[in-house]
């Protein structure tokens, strides 16, 4: 049976930490995020879908003036075989180059693995060792703390955000990076009072990776495509 290696941290020897940002482009909040790197001096990585670069072209433009890495995140994140492949026409067109990092939308890996793309060998899969779930929760504080109070934390740790949602809804997407947006000057600041430094995914050496394999079950590789449901579920749901 195929296994694939997937990557959800770096090496515990240097000071750094990738913050990771999916489900964008999505304006104006992942420019209200590109204004915040920018102040604190911050790099990070931008898991991109392939239906919002295509619609925001210029958003994903900004994220790579602002010194940030463009990977791929799908097309639309719905599982379908060859999603990765469809995203790669258009990220790869907009980046200028092949996509070397991607991460599954929802860690669905096993529909992820269905593209091409996921199995070059150059490919480099990035899962992650800290979840902000950013996603499920209104509340800053809420986010600050699943980060900086995360037993994990440490050099190489790659923590993930969300700056848009898959959602078509327009008022979701422009609501659910908020407290996100209100949490991260904090939390780069934490990350600095503990001597970490925020850095691209591929500017840190990447430890040795876990492997999935259809059929397996690693709890650090465990999808989140029941959360993703609720979450959703709730979004719909009237206020
Ligand atoms: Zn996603």
Not at 19 to 26: E, I, K, S, V
Not at 213 to 239: F, I, K, V
Request: with cysteine; net charge negative.
């Amino acid at each position: 049976m195929t296994r694939y290696p997937v990557y959800v941290r770096g090496i515990a020897t240097e000071p750094k930490v990738a913050l990771t940002f999916d489900d964008g482009p999505n304006p104006p909040r992942t420019e209200q995020l590109l204004e915040i790197l920018a102040k604190t001096g911050s790099r990070a990585t931008f898991f991109t879908m392939g239906k919002w670069a295509e619609r925001f072209p210029r958003t994903v433009d900004r994220v790579l003036a602002g010194g940030h890495l463009v990977g791929n995140h799908g097309y639309e994140g719905q599982g379908w075989i060859g999603d990765y492949d469809q995203a790669e026409a258009v990220i790869g067109h907009l980046t200028g180059a092949p996509s070397r990092y991607l991460r599954p939308h929802t860690f669905n890996y096993a529909s992820y693995f269905q593209s091409r793309i996921a199995q070059l060998p150059e490919s480099h899969t990035i899962g992650r060792d800290i979840d902000s779930d950013d996603w499920q929760t209104t509340d800053p504080d809420t986010i600050v703390r699943a980060v900086l109070d995360h037993p994990k934390l440490g050099s190489g740790s790659i923590i993930v955000f969300h700056d848009g949602a898959e959602n078509e809804e327009a008022a979701i997407r422009l609501r659910r990076p908020l407290p996100m947006l209100e949490a991260m000057p904090r939390i780069i600041a934490g990350l600095k009072e503990r001597g970490l430094r925020c850095v691209r995914v591929d500017e840190m050496a990447l430890a040795e990776p876990l492997y999935w394999e259809s059929g397996s079950s690693t709890p650090e590789l465990e999808s989140h495509d029941h959360l993703a449901a609720r979450a959703n579920a709730l979004a719909r749901s009237p206020d």
